[in-house]
């Protein structure tokens, strides 16, 4: 059973920055895909970030492109979310989750595990 946990979060002031961490245990990220996603108050959760299996193409929403980087390291089982620019509506938990194929996605069904989140607070 594969188990993630998201770390890095916290209060930031906005045009802050903050990396988000993710570190698998119980299994191996190498071969899949993984994806950041984040749930704000009262909002459906979105996407945020993914990577394919290698690292070597990752896909963006627009309201993050330019701000957000995510990587990986297959040997350490981790995962980051590189968070600059921050806005308030960034305020979300964010978190990790590992896709049952080589291939990112967009799309939260066919990520089979997924971490408990980290709080990331942005104020103005």
């Known amino acids: 059973q594969v188990q993630l946990v998201e770390s890095g979060g916290g209060l930031v002031q906005a045009g802050g920055s903050l990396r988000l961490s993710c570190t698998a245990s119980?299994?191996?990220?190498?071969?899949?895909?993984m994806g950041w996603f984040r749930r704000a108050p009262g909002k459906e959760r979105e996407f945020v970030a993914t990577?394919?299996?290698?690292?070597?193409?990752?896909t963006y929403p627009d309201s993050v492109k330019g701000r957000f980087t995510i990587s990986r390291d297959n040997a350490k089982n981790m995962v980051y979310l590189q968070m600059n620019s921050l806005k308030p509506e960034d305020t979300a938990v964010y978190y990790c989750?590992?896709?049952?194929?080589?291939?990112?996605?967009?799309?939260?069904?066919?990520?089979?595990?997924w971490g408990q989140g980290t709080q990331v607070t942005v104020s103005s």
């Open positions: 119980g299994g191996t990220i190498s071969g899949y895909g």
């Open positions: 990577i394919t299996w290698t690292g070597g193409s990752t």
């Open positions: 989750a590992r896709r049952a194929s080589r291939w990112g996605s967009q799309n939260e069904y066919g990520y089979d595990y």
